[in-house]
Nanobody
Framework: QVQLVESGGGGVQAGGSLRLSCATS??????????MGWYRQAPGKQRDLVAD???????NYVDSVKGRFTISRDNAKNTVYLQMNNLKPDDTGVYYC?????????????WGQGTQVTVSS
C-alpha cells in the first residue's frame, strides 16, 4: 500500500492558479514504475480522472483541462505535481492523488486523503 499526502489546495478566483503536490510518506521502491494521477470529485458527482503521468513522463489529460493544467513528477523526490492555471469555477472539487501500477485500471490503486480546491467566479 502506497501512502500519499496531498498539499496545495485552497480558494482562488477564476483565472487564478494553484499548484498541488503529492508526496509519498515513505520511500517507495521503484516509485518511477507507478502511474501517478490526479482525480477530481465535484460536489454531488463521481470521482473522475483529471490527469495522469507514467514513470517515463508520458502525460494524459481530460479534455476540459488541456492547455490549462500540467502534471509533472520528480522521481528522485517521489513526488507528483499538478500545476493549474486559468482556473474556472467548474474546476472546484476535492482533488485526490492516486498511484497505480501499469496495467491496473483507472480509479484503482492507492489514494491520498484529498485536498479541496474552490474557484469562485
Amino acid at each position: 500500500q502506497v501512502q500519499l499526502v496531498e498539499s496545495g489546495g485552497g480558494g482562488v478566483q477564476a483565472g487564478g492558479s494553484l499548484r498541488l503536490s503529492c508526496a509519498t510518506s515513505r520511500t517507495i521502491f521503484n516509485f518511477n514504475n507507478f502511474i501517478m494521477g490526479w482525480y477530481r470529485q465535484a460536489p454531488g458527482k463521481q470521482r473522475d480522472l483529471v490527469a495522469d503521468i507514467t514513470g517515463g513522463g508520458s502525460a494524459n489529460y481530460v479534455d476540459s483541462v488541456k492547455g490549462r493544467f500540467t502534471i509533472s513528477r520528480d522521481n528522485a523526490k517521489n513526488t507528483v505535481y499538478l500545476q493549474m492555471n486559468n482556473l474556472k469555477p467548474d474546476d472546484t472539487g476535492v482533488y485526490y492523488c492516486n498511484a497505480r501500477r501499469p496495467g491496473a485500471p483507472p480509479n484503482s490503486g492507492s489514494w491520498g486523503q484529498g485536498t479541496q480546491v474552490t474557484v469562485s467566479s
